[in-house]
């Protein structure tokens, strides 16, 4: 069973950046699918991005050539690279260990969250 924490988050300009990153601690980091998420206040919390045990990666159309993820087993880290944030980025970025299984992340072990606010 992994352990996760998540940091990285603030407020940040119309346009800006952040990078979130996700800190692992026990099991075998590597063979997790990896997966960050958001919740909007009044919305589902939904998958933004995901990165298999083998790198592939996923992301939801409203973030494709803003974000990107990445992993570092050596580090047992998984990071989320922002760019380019919008106000309706804004909510609480939550990173998930779980199993990616025919084209679908399954969620299992839940970090806590940081807070990530887009505003002028």
């Known amino acids: 069973q992994v352990q996760l924490a998540e940091s990285g988050g603030g407020l940040v300009q119309p346009g800006g950046s952040l990078r979130l990153s996700c800190a692992a601690s026990g099991s075998i980091f590597s063979l997790y699918a990896m997966g960050w998420y958001r919740q909007a206040p009044g919305k589902q919390r939904e998958l933004v991005a995901g990165?298999?045990?083998?790198?592939?990666?996923n992301y939801v159309d409203s973030v494709k050539g803003r974000f990107t993820i990445s992993r570092d087993n050596a580090k047992n880290t998984v990071y989320l690279q922002m760019n380019s944030l919008k106000p309706e980025d804004t909510a609480v970025y939550y990173c998930?260990?779980?199993?990616?299984?025919?084209?679908?992340?399954?969620?299992?072990?839940w970090g806590q969250g940081t807070q990530v606010t887009v505003s002028s």
């Open positions: 990165i298999t045990s083998v790198g592939s990666t």
């Open positions: 998930n260990a779980g199993g990616y299984y025919s084209g679908s992340y399954y969620p299992n072990i």
